[in-house]
């Protein structure tokens, strides 16, 4: 799992209403005939012009933002926000090493009397540059802001400055104006400075249709930098320059001040912390994690679990998807939650029940996830397989196996490995397992270690099956280091000696086949991504993947004969260079994503932590969309991990939206990070929220259900359109020619994911069924000339970003998101009252949701633990976690929704194990059936509502 700190080289990581008011009649599967029946609108043609490519996808329809009012506040740690243009301004710094210093523990909160905030950047714990922020009001609806930097040490930095980003996508086409110079945000990427200089005034306007401006007036002339960041992340940046390169006295203060006004008049407030607890706004939640059998929440019985796992045979990679052996020709889909450290060893009568519960609950696979630390536990090498952990880890797997959930896992997460066991001669264990995964790609000694390990694991025998590891077909794919790459790794392992004469050797090569391309490349090993040096070390990584890949591979068929399915490189910015790596060497496509993945303001792990906490959906919600562009369109693609993470109020619709996503691109597995971090959670009632695990998170357990309508059941069909961007293979004989940039592989038309099939390319043979955009076309034209204005037009999903809105239309599935308003879907018209919510129907049967006789309705609106604290009234700091009874925040929704015989339906109201609590007062209005489902409720919080219909 993915910290996603915000490192200079490492950015990127991790909706319309209508009621159809002539809904055809159709006969229902039962016989009957002139039903109401929700099927999904023909669509109309929708073009997304990619240069020359025209594709007719007529799915999705993406509408621009809207503005929002003039608002300014000062929160805790200084940070200045706008809510129009969305912005957020802070303190910060670079090294000379480009490490950027991060917000020390000891905030204040702003203190209202006077405007002012105080905190800290800070590098390590005598490394430190004090702040102090105010911010008042001035005249004319603008605002003042002073900041002052003040070392508590000597530093060496390269720079000392306020910044903000603005999101690449609504700000190309915009302008800037630095006094006299001016310029445009371009589509397509180039020189990394827009504008660099002392300026009075700087202006800076968004294009159409948002048309917001935003105008600093300097107390003195200033240097300013803009910045193309997107080879990076998907930003333009904006530095104020307090201080250049050199050294920084102790006690010595650096001083700038603004005037800043935007396009409409400015409400300056301070923000100050909120903690929740029950009351007219939060309604306490019991949370019953033992499914019901026979219950409207059991999915056991849908058909996504053929037991025992293996029956079929070893599961095979044929193209885009997964096979068995034994039923080839049937295209297979995993549904499934990773178990991390202690939650993957428990007794045999917790593991019986456990995988009863993941069968009902409807998952037909796991992820074993940092697991092998546990597996060596108390042994002083960290390879010798402890014997009663893996007495556990057995009879869990084996009660996977026996009930059909198919298995997957790493060779390497997070083993803690003594230096000198990796012939290292220093003292203590390898504290940042980066480091190590590194290593173990460029320093044979690592290699070893990961060798010895694998071998122990893989020929460890299954009393309860009788069967190795390596030979079990219900373990059937493997993913070699979990987020291993180089390209990710921290600073501290590109530094490291054994990585250094790694990109020494490499870089002679290169240079003996093409002097020219590679002699302006460093000896020592960058540290940045950027230009022609960051694309030597692109292809550097690569290159060493290549060959780690080839020889682990290896070791895996011809020493161990494994046949499961090999898989690597899954997290971090992918660039093109590794294509056509997976295409060679790799089974399947792995990669993870995050939405509100937590980062951490002073230790890694440890509180306050901070997350977006914005609604996905006024952005198109790229984060899925980017991941696609990772799949190779000939190979099977995978999510081992994804979240919309707690205590972020936007995850209730991150189940809808996932699997919609891997629905419509035609994904092959999901994991959900994760079902639990420890054992005692998976039982225990008063276990509080945290980030990942839905077993403690009501919420997001709930969210689950959509996915598994959608993606493993296949209520809604994959796009029909497709396009790969075609990878050119990179090296020749003679060293190939060294690119500008180092070339990420999701483009700045990502957002095309909703409306076509998109992935990669790496081969030479012709791809069937494909549209082919070669690489330079591709990444050479940008998202405003690739992405033509989309319009409403009607299909299965719309994505409203005006509305912050997801609206999702299928025959089995139907419903969606607001923050206000309502939701048309089809056969379900919701209409909201005070509060954001996800809501959607799904049948429980095989019948359409106008005809079936049971139905299962979810209202989601937040859930959050009691007592827990955020630093602001945003809830984007989280100061203090809480504890049980779980609350949720109180709303209604006005539910209609068109079925056969709405008169003869019951509504009942479910506790989150599918107990029925009590009937819910339901009555027809127009030949729909109507009720109102209430969060608040006297007996606890109403989430769940199943129809019976007689």
């Given at each position: 799992?993915?910290?996603?700190?915000?490192?200079?080289?490492?950015?990127e990581a991790r909706h319309w209403s209508r009621w159809d008011e002539a809904v055809e009649g159709k006969q229902c599967a039962s016989g009957s005939v002139g039903g109401i029946h929700a099927a999904p609108v023909a669509p109309k043609s929708l073009r997304l012009r990619i240069s020359a490519l025209i594709l007719v996808a007529g799915l999705v329809a993406v509408l621009p933002p809207a503005c929002f009012g003039g608002e300014a506040m000062l929160g805790m740690g200084g940070a200045l926000t706008l809510s129009e243009p969305a912005l957020e301004l802070k303190g910060s710094l670079f090294t000379k090493g480009w490490q950027r210093g991060v917000s020390a523990s000891g905030f204040t909160f702003p203190d209202e009397k006077n405007g002012t905030c105080a905190c800290a950047l800070k590098l390590s714990d005598k490394e430190q540059v004090a702040v102090k922020v105010k911010v008042v009001p001035a005249a004319d609806g603008a605002i003042h802001a002073h900041y002052t930097f003040t070392p508590k040490a000597a530093l060496e930095l390269n720079s000392l400055f306020v910044s903000t980003r603005f999101p690449a996508q609504k700000a190309i086409g915009g302008r800037w104006r630095a006094d006299q110079k001016s310029g445009v945000f371009p589509e397509k990427e180039g020189a990394l400075s827009l504008f660099s200089g002392k300026v009075k005034e700087l202006e800076i306007e968004m294009p159409p249709p948002a048309a917001q401006r935003l105008v600093f007036t300097f107390d003195e002339p200033t240097s300013v930098l803009i910045q193309d960041s997107r080879r990076w992340s998907d930003v333009f940046s904006l530095r104020v320059i307090v201080g250049g390169s050199g050294l920084y006295p102790v006690g010595k203060s650096l001083q700038v001040g603004f005037t800043l006004k935007t396009h409409a008049p400015l409400t300056l407030t301070y923000d100050q912390p909120v903690m929740l607890e029950a009351g007219p706004e939060w309604v306490t939640l019991a949370y019953e994690k033992e499914i019901v059998p026979g219950s409207a929440l059991d999915f056991s019985g849908m058909g996504f679990t053929d037991a025992p796992a293996g029956k079929y045979g070893w599961l095979k990679a044929v193209g885009p998807h997964f096979e068995f052996e034994g039923k080839p020709g049937v295209a297979q889909r995993f549904y499934g939650v990773n178990f991390c450290g202690t939650a993957n060893f428990p007794s045999q009568e917790q593991a019986d029940q456990l995988t009863d519960r993941l069968v009902r609950l409807g998952y037909n696979s796991v992820r074993i996830h940092h697991h092998d630390n546990g597996c060596v536990q108390g042994s002083p090498d960290a390879l010798t397989l402890n014997p009663d952990q893996m007495a556990r880890l057995d009879g869990f797997l084996a009660a996977c196996y026996k009930r059909g959930l198919y298995v997957t896992t790493d060779l390497y997460v997070s083993r803690r490995v003594a230096w000198r066991h990796i012939g290292i001669d220093k003292d203590g264990q390898v504290d940042d397992i980066q480091v190590l995964k590194a290593l173990i790609a460029v320093h044979e000694p690592a290699f070893q270690n990961w060798v010895a390990f694998a071998r122990a694991f893989l020929n460890h025998v299954n009393p309860h099956t009788g069967r190795r590891y390596a030979d079990e077909p219900g373990m059937p794919f493997i993913a070699l280091i979990n987020e291993g790459s180089i390209g990710y790794a921290r600073a501290e392992a590109r530094q490291t000696p054994a990585m250094q004469a790694a990109w020494t050797a490499w870089l002679a090569e290169q240079r003996a086949k093409n002097p020219a391309a590679y002699a302006d490349i460093p000896d020592t090993m960058p540290l940045r991504m950027s230009g022609r040096e960051g694309a030597a070390v692109a292809r550097f990584v690569a290159d060493i993947e290549?060959?780690?890949?080839?020889?682990m591979k290896a070791f895996l068929r011809d020493e161990i004969g494994c046949r499961a399915l090999i898989s690597n490189y899954n997290c971090g910015t992918h660039y093109t260079t590794l294509q056509p790596v997976r295409e060679t060497l790799y089974d399947y496509v792995d990669d993870h994503f995050y939405v509100d993945h937590p980062r951490f303001l002073d230790k890694r792990w440890a509180l306050p932590s901070r997350c977006g906490n914005e609604n996905p959906l006024r952005t198109g919600c790229v984060v899925p969309c980017g991941v696609a562009f990772t799949r190779l369109a000939n190979k099977p693609?995978?999510?081992?991990?994804?979240?919309?993470?707690?205590?972020?109020?936007?995850?209730?619709?991150?189940?809808?939206?996932?699997?919609?996503?891997?629905?419509?691109?035609?994904?092959?597995?999901?994991?959900?990070?994760?079902?639990s971090h420890r054992l005692e959670n998976m039982f225990s009632t008063n276990s509080f929220a945290g980030y990942f695990d839905v077993a403690t998170d009501p919420l997001s357990q709930a969210s689950d259900r959509a996915s598994i309508c959608l993606f493993l059941r296949r209520d809604l069909a994959p796009l029909s359109s497709r396009v790969a961007i075609h990878i050119a293979q990179q090296a020749d004989s003679k060293g190939a020619v060294l690119p500008e940039i180092a070339q990420r592989v999701a483009p700045d038309w990502r957002v095309a994911a909703w409306n076509a099939q998109v992935g990669t390319y790496a081969s030479t043979a012709p791809l069937a069924n494909w549209r082919l955009l070669p690489e330079n076309e591709a990444y050479a034209t940008g998202t405003v000339a690739c992405v033509a204005s989309l319009?409403?037009?009607?299909?299965?999903?719309?994505?409203?970003?005006?509305?912050g809105a997801f609206t999702l239309n299928t025959e089995r599935t139907m419903g969606g998101f607001a923050e206000e308003g309502s939701i048309s879907a089809g056969a379900l018209k919701v209409t909201l009252r005070g509060t954001p919510a996800t809501v959607w129907v799904s049948a429980l049967d095989d019948q359409p949701v106008t005809c079936s006789r049971r139905l299962l309705l979810t209202h989601l609106t937040d859930v959050q633990n009691t007592h827990v604290k955020y630093a602001d009234q945003a809830r984007k700091t989280l100061l203090v976690w809480g504890k049980t009874p779980h609350l949720v925040r109180v709303g209604q929704a006005e539910i209609a929704l068109k079925v056969q015989h709405p008169e003869a339906c019951t509504v009942y109201a479910l506790a989150t194990s599918g107990r029925r609590l009590d009937r819910v007062p339901a009555r027809v209005v127009d030949g729909a059936l109507c009720f109102t489902a209430d969060v608040a409720h006297p007996e606890g919080a109403r989430l769940l509502y199943e129809i019976v219909n007689e």
């Open positions: 799992m993915i910290d996603m700190i915000d490192m200079i080289d490492m950015i290549a060959r780690m890949v080839a020889r693609f995978t999510v081992s991990e994804y979240n919309f993470s707690g205590p972020g109020m936007y995850r209730g619709v991150g189940g809808i939206m996932t699997g919609a996503m891997g629905a419509l691109q035609d994904w092959s597995a999901l994991w959900r990070f994760a079902y319009t409403n037009t009607v299909g299965p999903l719309a994505i409203d970003q005006v509305r």
